[in-house]
């Protein structure tokens, strides 16, 4: 329904399946689609590995942190950022 108010086609089937690999829909999904997602994710991960190198000058360089938190939900105590980075370790590993 979004789709047709922008005027695009719509990447659902008639069963208002999401495309996938198994029922055969990502030939409605742009090329330019995933050539920005690659992009997008390359230049996240360089300017990571860049950062990383640098880290010998930053005595404050926390492997990870790429100093994006638009919400400002990471906290300004030392201890509020302990328990976040654990949480963050715990909720990754449970992840895998």
């Given at each position: 329904k979004i789709a047709s108010v922008?005027?695009?086609?719509?990447?659902v089937d008639a069963g208002d399946r999401v495309p996938s690999l198994l029922n055969g829909g990502m030939d409605k999904i742009s090329p330019l689609w995933w050539g920005f997602c690659?992009?997008?994710?390359?230049?996240i991960d360089l300017y990571?590995?860049?950062?990383s190198r640098t880290?010998?000058?930053d005595p404050g360089y926390i492997p990870g942190d790429l100093g994006f938190d638009p919400l400002g939900l990471y906290p300004k105590n030392k201890e509020g950022?302990?328990?976040m980075q654990l949480?963050?370790?715990k909720h990754g590993r449970t992840a895998m």
């Open positions: 922008l005027g695009m086609e719509p990447a690659l992009g997008l994710t390359a230049a990571g590995v860049q950062r880290a010998a000058m950022q302990k328990r949480a963050e370790i």
